[in-house]
């Protein structure tokens, strides 16, 4: 059975191919198109997706959309008879649900060739259930107790499930208007931070403040003990003005969701370019504090709900790593999966899985352990790529570029951090989500305390205050980490001992965390190496990882590695088997 997946019309636009059960392929939009988030139909994933499984369209028996504008019909009606939302939001809703709707016009317009031929079916998946299943079918656990949080998908901004076998039981939902994730959204939005998917930016700032403002933070939203929460309205206008919302072609802009009661209560509002304050810092930590209460009555409730020790998590919400990194700590969870594209991105997966086990005899998929399942490039590309650069070949004593045998790509690469140098490391397939794994990173030593600065001069030029992640030899973890715990795909923040803070000062948070990537051999056996020969050098069996790029998408084809290494001030490149260093 061969299922195409997925996300579109939406933020994080994203394709996958699913085959017998086995994922083929899985890639975002927005690293083809290189515009970040980008929103609408995803042409070129869904082509990339064909071609990499070789499976012509006319093969495939489903295509599976994380949407369905039916779901929650009555509802919709309903808020709108008894809450008489003005007009731009009532035209907001039909202008979404006719996106959706026109979505084989799109595939004949796009595909009109391969259209002919397609017998296939497209069906709606309702966007929780897409989301609940790509966390867990993926998982691996026999039986989970299964959550899905973000803004908002199909009316809906939580829904919590049983997962047993094949089947989900739903449990709880939360209906629009209200939403933890639109409640995360709404003040990073008053903090100064505008752009869609902002709210991670917010999270790392959390840790520069205090919790002032919790009481307050308590009366926007609001709790019941029993795992539902609401907003208090009257700090938004989403449920009566609308958002002004803009999800198709391009990069997606949403239009504030906060009321002047929100400045009432807790000050003006910070313009992008103005100084961050301690009040600013303050806000931000306690709006995180506010989102970990809500979160973790949420699970403390489904854990006495379903008895379940494993938790499968995702949607926009389970992207927040540092309340994943105390689910330990503050749930009686004992086991969690996130899959690497927790976001919406990741419903393009989770629509193809949920129509997948609609039949009871298909066997489950085992648990994902690899996040590269985006498009790979062979040493041959590399070499004519490399061939046809004129900046390489004029310019050639400004470059040494060479290649190697991989045990000495690893050696030389390793030294060159350990002097540290910056470096690109692209290797292998594209990773699916938002984060770089060692397929597409820059790796440099983290045992700097000037790296950040320097990373930040030579290609990030990001905020200061943001920290950057550490990618560490699974057996090393209890050696650095207050945890024992495996995160293969980055998406927990735990505390860092104490005593190895002063070690590591270039990926410890001001709060004395890190937001940890384990790696063993089996999942990444390069990457698994580069670090183990650093660790070897160095006693320091850990790699500062950030993702290859310079304020766009993390690059996908080795023109946009290159491209990015010959603009910036990046030292050294590993493409492939091929080692490129400046002179
Ligand atoms: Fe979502």
């Known amino acids: 059975m061969i299922i195409l997946g997925l996300n579109a019309y939406h933020g994080d636009a994203s394709a996958c191919l699913l085959k017998d059960g086995k994922i083929v392929a899985a890639a975002e939009e927005e690293r083809f198109l290189r515009v970040k988030h980008w929103a609408g139909f995803p042409a070129l994933a869904i082509r990339y997706c064909l071609e990499e499984g070789k499976i012509p369209l006319s093969d495939v028996h489903v295509i599976a959309l994380n949407r369905d504008p039916s779901a929650n019909v009555f509802r919709k009606v309903l808020f709108s008879v008894a809450r008489r939302p003005g007009f731009s939001f009532i035209r907001d809703r039909l202008k979404n649900a006719a996106r959706t709707g026109k979505i084989d016009a799109d595939f004949r317009s796009t595909f009109p060739d391969e259209m002919k031929r397609f017998h296939g079916e497209f069906r709606n998946v309702q966007h929780h259930i897409a989301h609940l299943s790509s966390a867990f079918h993926l998982s691996g656990y026999p039986e989970a107790a299964v959550c899905s949080v973000d803004g908002f998908g199909d009316f809906v901004s939580l829904m919590t499930a049983v997962g047993m076998g094949a089947e989900l039981q739903v449990l709880d939902q939360v209906y629009f208007p209200h939403s933890l994730g639109l409640f995360y959204l709404a003040f990073s939005q008053y903090l100064g931070f505008p752009n869609y998917g902002d709210e991670y930016k917010v999270m790392g700032l959390s840790g520069y403040g205090k919790p002032t403002y919790l009481e307050k933070m308590r009366e926007v939203i609001l709790t019941d003990g029993g795992g539902a929460f609401r907003l208090d309205l009257n700090y938004f206008i989403h449920h009566s003005e609308g958002v002004a919302m803009t999800w198709e072609g391009g990069e997606p802009k949403m239009g504030n969701v906060f009321s002047d009661e929100i400045e009432n209560v807790f000050g003006p509002a910070r313009l992008a370019d103005e100084p961050i304050s301690q009040r600013h810092k303050d806000i931000a930590s306690s709006l995180q504090a506010r989102y970990e209460e809500c979160f973790f009555e949420i699970l403390k409730v489904l854990y006495a709900r379903t008895g379940q020790t494993c938790l499968a998590l995702a949607g926009g919400c389970a992207m927040n790593s540092l309340a994943n990194g105390m689910i330990f700590d503050r749930s009686p969870f004992r086991e969690v999966f996130i899959q690497p594209a927790a976001g919406d991105a990741g419903g393009a997966l989770g629509a193809a899985l949920a129509i997948y086990h609609e039949d009871a005899d298909h066997v489950r998929l085992p648990r994902l352990e690899r996040a590269d399942l985006g498009p790979g490039y062979t040493d041959s590309y590399i070499a004519d790529l490399l061939a046809r650069t004129p900046a390489l070949a004029v310019a ?173 001030r990046m030292d050294v490149l590993a493409l492939g088997t091929t080692l490129i260093e400046r002179t």
């Open 396 to 568: 050639s004593s400004r470059f040494r570029v060479r290649v190697l045998p991989e045990h000495d790509l690893i050696r030389e690469l390793a030294s060159r951090i350990e002097d540290g140098l910056v470096a690109g490391f692209f290797q292998g397939r594209m990773e699916w989500g938002p984060r770089a794994l060692g397929n597409r990173s820059i790796v440099v030593d983290p045992r700097r305390n000037d790296m950040k600065e320097i990373l930040n001069e030579k290609i990030k030029r990001r905020e200061s205050f943001r920290p950057f992640a550490p990618s560490i030899l699974r057996e090393a973890v209890a050696d650095y980490f207050e945890t024992d715990a495996e995160v293969p795909f980055m998406q927990q923040v735990f505390r860092i001992r104490p005593e190895k803070r002063e070690v590591i000062p270039a990926v410890t948070h001001v709060d004395g965390t890190g937001r940890l990537q384990t790696v063993t051999e089996a999942q990444n056996p390069l990457y698994y190496r580069l670090i183990k020969e650093f660790g070897q050098k160095t006693g320091v069996p850990i790699i500062l990882n950030t993702s290859f790029n310079e304020n766009e998408p993390i690059v996908n084809r080795p023109e946009e590695a290159l491209d990015c290494f010959l603009r910036t």
